[in-house]
């Protein structure tokens, strides 16, 4: 039974009986206690370590919406705009050309070996390109005879060369649907416009079974990121888990190294209402200490900038049409009172309003027939929730987990385009869901943008555009409020602050260890705070090791 | 030959599960394979249930049944390798599913042809599910993407015939068709051909709403300008069959207002079975039709 006294140049612990203090014990896993070396010192036997004298301590930063795919999609080659770290701790510069992107395929495709095999990139954006389209010709380039392909970073599009339309069979003349382009040939472009036109094509340019489902070493990999950006717990919001999935995630982080505790939530894709609650809360006593089952995770409805969310009047900006249901109302409903009479957690994936009114209305009938006073039923993105919602959700004991990402990655095309000036300055209103007493948690939905709980904290602190643009002034909140965010306020929303989010007596020893103050720095650079590496569960691992 | 694939849509509760079951126990000699949104109590009734392994269901006469969750091209590929191949396939769609947009993915998957969507409304409870704010625009999403509209629960309805006028503006391009209790011939949803070799010709008489007549070309006809013509006809509600085409034999086959010709392999008998209405049906005005399309010499 050793005890372990770290000493720090300060440690940020999110108790508000003593938020700052010098030293924390830890002892089997667990914060023994934090204050100050005489504090601890009453505990007995202990050996003093100053390895984190220099560094600032914070309580283990959480993700609470991200999906473990991240770290199975380096398995592919990056082609975003940003410069993006892989899981290596390699930085990938942004590519700002299209010849960028060819260049960077071209590299890849010259060291492969089997002359068939399939060349994915993914995180393209042209919208930064001054839209540019990216065409077969243009892929071509990079091999005539390997199928190409490149995802964008929406998840709307993707671009395939002369030889992956081939092998799907498309390359041919005749089609007439708006997702498919035709060039002066009467032949596809190359670019596949929506996920109905391009899933036929996918798996013939890498997008198959394996590269859809989770594997060991892309779970392995996750756990590096989480090491690099401080997190010590994050979500997996969304997998068909199966017995075999369960299995899998179980003994991956069981692993003595790994370093990170995933809360795998169970999607309801591909299985009916009642065996989703029941399979789900069969889980929960599956759980260990870095694997948290027994969650549920709804998909309401789209995406704002795929115009597949679903909008209140008076709808896009544009005029698109209203987007879709991914879910059937009534099937929502069934879902909620079958997951409250079994006290399982519900977190549905919310864009548009429309989507967040219905899942308040549902919940709201759900309630009058089976009360829970503590459900923390939450909301994940709920983007464009107005004041009205969110004092609804407070009083309803709803929580939210905003996508403070988007601001940065999409708000100038949400200005733009998508919803226009006013509901774009309030999209992701994080003050006014503080404000209306709803627990709240901020998100990068990891692989959409990346993962990094600092720079989420840092777009919901300076909400600006990657035009450098401040989008929604009255919307902003403190740095205080943006890391608790990251921190308790995520933990609340996964019910699971009795055991993590803060630094004091008997929760988990976990601690982003970090290379400057977040409270002393500018404000405008919390994202650049320097990140050491993480504490979790006692264990120590640093970042330059991994 | 592509395998036709038939896209059923409709709002929960409308009666998919039911017209499916339907389909399966009147199957007509025909392989049918199901595919379902999601795992749950099976949809299949369990008569007809001979045994279950690996999410696969087999089901009597050679049909099989399975989930496809959020993988329809996985669960498509593995239906395309099975030994036999499936003579048709239908997806059933989930309830907020637009399935135009499962047809267009369908239509771009290779060995395959969507062949029609089917859309179900509940003739009691379509009009309450359309004027419910949340659902009424995907509700006339579906309908209007219709080439079949099936009109299931007739006998609910108080005022069955301004149900139907209703549909037929909402779903101006589909061919409307009551099914109780899911109740129609597979020759009159599926279209059918003589498959003589399992002993089963198509019999759309058994059932008391429909008719058929049988084209029989004696020589070449323009394939495409048939096919169109028998679409453009509102009394037919399904044709399929071969001719023999400009440049050989072409399979045609017609769904409500969607028409489709392939190039066919030699040795098949020459006629298309067309099937619609008794009492609509004229099988007078269908051989001037054909008149009109036979290839100049």
Same mark, same amino acid.
């Given at each position: 039974?050793?005890?372990?006294?770290?000493?720090?140049?300060?440690?940020?612990?999110?108790?508000?009986?003593?938020?700052?203090?010098?030293?924390?014990?830890?002892?089997?896993?667990?914060?023994?206690?934090?204050?100050?070396?005489?504090?601890?010192?009453?505990?007995?036997?202990?050996?003093?370590?100053?390895?984190?004298?220099?560094?600032?301590?914070?309580?283990?930063?959480?993700?609470?919406?991200?999906?473990?795919?991240?770290?199975?999609?380096?398995?592919?080659?990056?082609?975003?705009?940003?410069? $993006?770290?892989?899981?290596?701790?390699? #930085?990938?510069? &942004? +590519?700002? %050309?299209?010849? /960028?992107?060819?260049?960077? *395929?071209?590299?890849?495709?010259?060291?492969?070996?089997?002359?068939?095999?399939?060349?994915?990139?993914?995180?393209?954006?042209?919208?930064?390109?001054?839209?540019?389209?990216?065409?077969?010709?243009?892929?071509?380039?990079?091999?005539?005879?390997?199928?190409?392909?490149?995802?964008?970073?929406?998840?709307?599009?993707?671009?395939?060369?002369?030889?992956?339309?081939?092998?799907?069979?498309?390359?041919?003349?005749?089609?007439?649907?708006?997702?498919?382009?035709?060039?002066?040939?009467?032949?596809?472009?190359?670019?596949?416009?929506?996920?109905?036109?391009?899933?036929?094509?996918?798996?013939?340019?890498?997008?198959?079974?394996?590269?859809?489902?989770?594997?060991?070493?892309?779970? $392995?990999?996750?756990?590096?990121?989480? #090491?690099?950006? &401080? +997190?010590? %717990?994050?979500? /997996?919001?969304?997998?068909? *888990?199966?017995?075999?999935?369960?299995?899998?995630?179980?003994?991956?982080?069981?692993?003595?190294?790994?370093?990170?505790?995933?809360?795998?939530?169970?999607?309801?894709?591909?299985?009916?209402?009642?065996?989703?609650?029941?399979?789900?809360?069969?889980?929960?006593?599956?759980?260990?200490?870095?694997?948290?089952?027994?969650?549920?995770?709804?998909?309401?409805?789209?995406?704002?900038?795929?115009?597949?969310?679903?909008?209140?009047?008076?709808?896009?900006?544009?005029?698109?049409?209203?987007?879709?249901?991914?879910?059937?109302?009534?099937?929502?409903?069934?879902?909620?009172?079958?997951?409250?009479?079994?006290?399982?957690?519900?977190?549905?994936?919310?864009?548009?309003?429309?989507?967040?009114?219905?899942?308040?209305?549902?919940?709201?009938?759900?309630?009058?027939?089976?009360? /829970?006073?503590?459900?923390?039923?939450?909301?994940?993105?709920?983007?464009?929730?107005?004041?009205?919602?969110?004092?609804?959700?407070?009083?309803?004991?709803?929580?939210?987990?905003?996508?403070?990402?988007?601001?940065?990655?999409?708000?100038?095309?949400?200005?733009?385009?998508?919803?226009?000036?006013?509901?774009?300055?309030?999209?992701?209103?994080?003050?006014?869901?503080?404000?209306?007493?709803?627990?709240?948690?901020?998100?990068?939905?990891?692989?959409?943008?990346?993962?990094?709980?600092?720079?989420?904290?840092?777009?919901?602190?300076?909400?600006?555009?990657?035009?450098?643009?401040?989008?929604?002034?009255?919307?902003?909140?403190?740095?205080?409020?943006?890391?608790?965010?990251?921190?308790?306020?995520?933990?609340?929303?996964?019910?699971?602050?009795?055991?993590?989010?803060?630094?004091?007596?008997?929760?988990?020893?976990?601690?982003?260890?970090?290379?400057?103050?977040?409270?002393?720095?500018?404000?405008?650079?919390?994202?650049?705070?320097?990140?050491?590496?993480?504490?979790?569960?006692?264990?120590?691992?640093?970042?330059?090791?991994? | 030959?592509?395998?036709?694939?038939?896209?059923?849509?409709?709002?929960?509760?409308?009666?998919?599960?039911?017209?499916?079951?339907?389909?399966?126990?009147?199957?007509?000699?025909?392989?049918?394979?199901?595919?379902?949104?999601?795992?749950?109590?099976?949809?299949?009734?369990?008569?007809?249930?001979?045994?279950?392994?690996?999410?696969?269901?087999?089901?009597?006469?050679?049909?099989?049944?399975?989930?496809?969750?959020?993988?329809?091209?996985?669960?498509?590929?593995?239906?395309?390798?099975?030994?036999?191949?499936?003579?048709?396939?239908?997806?059933?769609?989930?309830?907020?599913?637009?399935?135009?947009?499962?047809?267009?993915?369908?239509?771009?998957?290779?060995?395959?042809?969507?062949?029609?969507?089917?859309?179900?409304?509940?003739?009691?409870?379509?009009?309450?599910?359309?004027?419910?704010?949340?659902?009424?625009?995907?509700?006339?999403?579906?309908?209007?993407?219709?080439?079949?509209?099936?009109?299931?629960?007739?006998?609910?309805?108080?005022?069955?015939?301004?149900?139907?006028?209703?549909?037929?503006?909402?779903?101006?391009?589909?061919?409307?068709?009551?099914?109780?209790?899911?109740?129609?011939?597979?020759?009159?949803?599926?279209?059918?051909?003589?498959?003589?070799?399992?002993?089963?010709?198509?019999?759309?008489?058994?059932?008391?709403?429909?008719?058929?007549?049988?084209?029989?070309?004696?020589?070449?006809?323009?394939?495409?300008?048939?096919?169109?013509?028998?679409?453009?006809?509102?009394?037919?509600?399904?044709?399929?069959?071969?001719?023999?085409?400009?440049?050989?034999?072409?399979?045609?086959?017609?769904?409500?207002?969607?028409?489709?010709?392939?190039?066919?392999?030699?040795?098949?008998?020459?006629?298309?079975?067309?099937?619609?209405?008794?009492?609509?049906?004229?099988?007078?005005?269908?051989?001037?039709?054909?008149?009109?399309?036979?290839?100049?010499?």
């Amino acid at each position: 039974m050793q005890t372990t006294i770290y000493s720090a140049k300060k440690i940020i612990t999110m108790n508000p009986n003593q938020p700052v203090v010098s030293h924390v014990a830890v002892r089997d896993g667990k914060i023994l206690g934090a204050g100050s070396l005489s504090d601890l010192t009453g505990w007995g036997p202990h050996v003093v370590d100053d390895r984190f004298a220099d560094k600032v301590l914070m309580p283990g930063l959480i993700e609470g919406h991200a999906h473990t795919m991240e770290g199975a999609l380096w398995s592919f080659t990056y082609v975003g705009w940003f410069d $993006r770290m892989d899981p290596d701790g390699k #930085v990938w510069d &942004g +590519v700002k %050309t299209v010849d /960028d992107v060819v260049a960077r *395929l071209s590299e890849i495709e010259a060291g492969m070996e089997d002359p068939d095999a399939p060349l994915l990139g993914w995180g393209f954006d042209p919208i930064y390109m001054d839209n540019v389209r990216m065409t077969r010709a243009d892929l071509d380039r990079v091999s005539a005879t390997r199928p190409v392909g490149i995802m964008h970073a929406s998840g709307h599009i993707l671009n395939v060369n002369s030889r992956g339309l081939e092998l799907a069979g498309m390359l041919r003349e005749g089609h007439n649907h708006p997702g498919i382009p035709l060039g002066p040939d009467g032949l596809p472009t190359g670019e596949l416009k929506s996920p109905e036109v391009f899933t036929p094509v996918g798996k013939h340019v890498g997008m198959d079974r394996a590269f859809l489902a989770a594997d060991p070493q892309g779970l $392995r990999n996750y756990g590096k990121l989480c #090491v690099r950006a &401080g +997190v010590t %717990t994050s979500s /997996d919001l969304g997998q068909q *888990l199966t017995d075999a999935l369960v299995d899998m995630f179980l003994s991956v982080t069981e692993e003595e190294t790994y370093p990170v505790c995933i809360v795998a939530f169970r999607i309801n894709f591909g299985i009916a209402p009642k065996e989703l609650v029941a399979y789900t809360a069969g889980l929960k006593s599956r759980s260990t200490q870095r694997l948290e089952l027994g969650k549920i995770k709804v998909v309401a409805d789209g995406s704002i900038q795929g115009f597949s969310a679903r909008l209140r009047w008076p709808g896009y900006y544009n005029g698109a049409e209203n987007g879709l249901w991914y879910v059937a109302p009534d099937q929502l409903a069934e879902i909620y009172a079958l997951a409250l009479k079994a006290g399982v957690q519900v977190h549905t994936h919310t864009n548009g309003d429309e989507a967040t009114q219905l899942t308040i209305d549902t919940l709201e009938a759900a309630l009058r027939e089976t009360p /829970d006073p503590d459900h923390r039923f939450t909301l994940q993105h709920c983007q464009l929730a107005d004041a009205a919602q969110f004092r609804k959700m407070g009083k309803m004991g709803m929580c939210a987990n905003l996508f403070a990402n988007h601001h940065y990655y999409w708000g100038d095309e949400h200005y733009a385009l998508t919803v226009g000036p006013e509901r774009a300055e309030r999209m992701n209103a994080t003050r006014t869901a503080l404000q209306m007493g709803v627990e709240l948690a901020i998100h990068s939905d990891a692989p959409v943008t990346p993962l990094g709980p600092l720079f989420t904290a840092w777009g919901a602190v300076n909400r600006l555009t990657a035009s450098g643009r401040v989008q929604g002034e009255g919307e902003k909140i403190s740095v205080e409020q943006a890391l608790y965010a990251i921190t308790l306020g995520a933990a609340i929303t996964m019910k699971m602050d009795d055991r993590i989010g803060s630094i004091e007596v008997g929760k988990r020893a976990d601690f982003a260890v970090l290379e400057d103050d977040p409270y002393a720095v500018a404000p405008e650079t919390l994202k650049d705070v320097g990140i050491w590496g993480t504490v979790q569960g006692g264990r120590i691992f640093a970042a330059s090791d991994l | 030959m592509d395998i036709p694939v038939t896209v059923i849509g409709g709002y929960l509760g409308a009666g998919k599960t039911t017209l499916v079951n339907h389909l399966l126990r009147h199957n007509e000699g025909q392989r049918l394979a199901v595919l379902v949104n999601e795992f749950g109590e099976l949809p299949i009734d369990a008569d007809l249930i001979e045994a279950e392994e690996d999410g696969l269901v087999s089901i009597s006469g050679g049909c099989v049944c399975c989930a496809y969750g959020s993988d329809l091209i996985g669960a498509l590929d593995d239906l395309k390798a099975m030994v036999p191949r499936p003579d048709h396939v239908l997806i059933e769609a989930s309830g907020v599913a637009l399935p135009g947009a499962i047809a267009t993915t369908v239509g771009l998957v290779q060995g395959l042809r969507a062949d029609a969507i089917l859309v179900l409304a509940d003739a009691d409870q379509v009009q309450a599910n359309a004027a419910n704010s949340y659902l009424s625009d995907t509700i006339d999403r579906q309908l209007a993407q219709a080439d079949i509209l099936l009109l299931t629960k007739p006998d609910l309805a108080c005022d069955l015939a301004a149900v139907t006028d209703w549909l037929r503006a909402k779903a101006p391009r589909a061919r409307i068709i009551p099914a109780d209790h899911g109740q129609v011939p597979i020759s009159a949803v599926l279209g059918a051909l003589p498959l003589p070799a399992r002993g089963h010709r198509p019999d759309a008489g058994a059932h008391g709403l429909f008719a058929s007549h049988v084209l029989r070309p004696d020589g070449p006809v323009d394939a495409q300008a048939l096919a169109r013509a028998l679409a453009e006809d509102p009394t037919i509600t399904r044709a399929k069959g071969f001719v023999t085409g400009p440049t050989g034999p072409d399979l045609i086959h017609v769904v409500g207002r969607r028409h489709d010709v392939e190039p066919a392999a030699t040795g098949h008998e020459t006629g298309v079975v067309c099937i619609g209405f008794k009492g609509d049906l004229r099988p007078e005005a269908l051989e001037a039709l054909l008149a009109e399309c036979v290839a100049p010499a």
